[in-house]
């Protein structure tokens, strides 16, 4: 148990719709990640925040957008869901700001199906 | 955007013998080099890094060797054991973190 709890666990909608995904980070760790692993393909980088601020960002589509709230924990919000967007996605945290040294935590991922 | 590849999809090992997975990546920036391991319905866990500072870490019977003026590093495992089977992702970092697509590891009893 890496400590990084992500929720929903499955989530199958429909093109067009909107979903959030929620994540809560290790206890004490003040950056949060983003990830999309699709079908065959590695972890896609896509959002990295760090105490509420955005830090860096990565592959991460218009229709996408993420936060960071005051407790920490983030939201992925996926709107004009695409067929294309079904994929796993996936939250991590460290204690730090740079991702270099960092160890980053994953939590169990959530599996997005879009019909 | 491959900045990081892990050619070899899949390897398959006897138990006992050196499993090594590679990984190659194209930006000199990174100065960081880490591998996650990747069981079913679990999400990654780190293994093992390295920083662009030094070319060998060791950590029980995983070393990574890093070769920066090839831009290539890669995993050994000695010896394998079958709870190695997983997938294993190559990672590189400078301002985030870019992972390769993974190398399925199969060890054999």
């Known amino acids: 148990d890496s400590g990084v709890t992500q929720t929903p666990k499955h989530l199958i909608t429909a093109t067009g719709q909107r979903v959030t995904l929620r994540c809560s980070p290790r206890?004490?760790?003040?950056?949060v990640y983003w990830y999309q692993q699709s079908l065959d393909q590695g972890l896609q980088f896509l959002i990295q925040y760090y105490n509420g601020e955005e830090r860096a960002k990565g592959n991460i589509l218009e229709r996408f957008s993420a936060q960071q709230f005051p407790d920490l924990h983030s939201e992925l919000n996926l709107s004009s869901l695409e067929l294309g967007d079904s994929a796993l996605y996936f939250c991590?945290?460290?204690?730090?700001?740079?991702?270099?040294?960092?160890?980053?935590?994953f939590g169990p991922g959530t599996r997005l199906t879009v019909l | 955007d491959q900045q990081v590849k892990q050619n070899s999809p899949s390897l398959s090992v006897q138990e006992g013998r050196i499993s090594i997975l590679n990984c190659d990546y194209t930006?000199?920036?990174?100065?960081?080099f880490l591998w996650y391991k990747k069981y079913p319905a679990e999400g990654p866990t780190f293994l093992i890094s390295i920083s662009s500072i030094k070319d060998k870490n060791e950590d029980g019977r995983f070393t990574v060797f890093l070769n920066k003026s090839a831009k290539h590093l890669s995993l050994h495992i000695v010896p394998s054991q079958p709870g190695d089977s997983a997938v294993y992702f190559c990672?590189?970092?400078?301002?985030?973190?870019?992972f390769g697509a993974g190398t399925r590891l199969t060890v054999k009893p």
């Open positions: 991590a945290s460290s204690l730090g700001m740079a991702s270099g040294n960092n160890e980053q935590f």
């Open positions: 930006n000199s920036m990174f100065d960081y």
């Open positions: 990672a590189a970092s400078y301002n985030d973190m870019r």
């Open positions: 206890s004490g760790d003040l950056s």
